[in-house]
């Protein structure tokens, strides 16, 4: 019998959404492109915001908060899933992977390969959560993709925290990031890499503490061609053809998600408390 049908009687089979997750709403910066990319997928977007930040915890917990949005993800019918974190990429995609094998897993991983490829004097930054920076993950990116560039991390704790009080955090925000920026200019870089998801809602006060000579890149829209293809090579993907709508869920309050949202996406957005 065909998928969709019950004794004859065709039923609605709502489309297997894209799963986007992150320990908050610094994924929202990859929904955006992804939404932009695909405007008629179904796209349900999770917060982990009552477990945030990731970056500044351990790997366990890391990979025990991803092992759970996870797993929702894929009791809602996931098929793909997109870990827009840094740092959940880094401590736990190859578990996810092996956790769940017939799920495709896209992760998102701190630009230091288009940086090495961009770079006219190979020298960089990446601007990224203690969590990442410390992941083996990380170290084998830079031996890989940037043998003989200089590349200078910058651990952001308590950044991404930060942000993830939207309103309420911008005069943390703006200290942590006078006293995070102000050795890079000083470096003869031309790139920061901005190496956390979190970090695009402040780039305008990253680039206006860098200065004209300091190209920021983000890697969003990346990941975003980077599921496209995927879904080319595995033929039509359902949420393709669907009109559904994005969904939010957090963990925690809503408020500072909906708000982002609303200035990310452009429209208000209901946003559903999950417990897990
Ligand atoms: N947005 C996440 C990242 O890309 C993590 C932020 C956090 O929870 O520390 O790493």
């Given at each position: 019998m065909p998928a969709g049908t019950?004794?004859?009687v065709t039923t609605q089979v709502p489309p297997a959404p894209?799963?986007?997750?992150?320990?908050g709403v610094g994924g929202l910066s990859v929904l955006r492109a992804l939404h932009g990319r695909l405007p008629t997928a179904s796209l349900l977007y999770v917060a982990d915001s009552a477990h945030a930040p990731y970056g500044d915890r351990d790997a366990a917990h890391v990979r025990q908060r991803t092992e759970r949005v996870v797993d929702h993800l894929v009791d809602q019918g996931a098929r793909l899933i997109?870990?827009?974190c840094n740092t959940?990429?880094?401590w736990a995609i190859d578990a996810m992977r092996a956790r769940h094998p017939e799920v495709a897993f896209v992760g998102v991983e701190p630009g230091v390969k288009p940086a090495a490829l961009l770079s006219p004097t190979q020298r960089f930054a990446v601007m990224a959560t203690p969590a990442t920076l410390?992941?083996?993950?990380?170290?084998?990116?830079?031996?890989?993709?940037?043998?003989?560039?200089?590349?200078?991390?910058?651990p952001c704790a308590g950044l991404a925290a930060a942000i993830e009080q939207g309103d309420a955090g911008v005069a943390e925000v703006d200290r942590l990031l006078d006293n995070y920026c102000a050795p890079l200019p000083g470096l003869a870089i031309d790139t920061v890499v901005l190496g956390c998801t979190h970090?695009?809602?402040?780039m305008d006060r990253i680039a206006m503490?860098?200065?004209?000579g300091i190209h920021l890149l983000d890697t969003a829209d990346a990941v975003a061609r980077r599921v496209v293809e995927?879904?080319?090579q595995e033929g039509p993907h359902p949420a393709l053809a669907a009109e559904a709508p994005l969904r939010l869920q957090s963990t925690g309050a809503p408020d500072v998600l909906s708000r982002m949202a609303m200035a990310g996406l452009g429209r208000a957005m209901h946003v559903d408390t999950v417990l897990l």
């Open positions: 019950d004794s004859g894209i799963g986007i997750f992150d320990s997109v870990i827009a959940a990429t880094a410390a992941s083996v993950r990380y170290a084998d990116l830079v031996a890989r993709h940037a043998p003989g560039c200089f590349v200078h991390p910058v970090y695009p809602f402040v503490r860098l200065g004209p995927l879904l080319a």
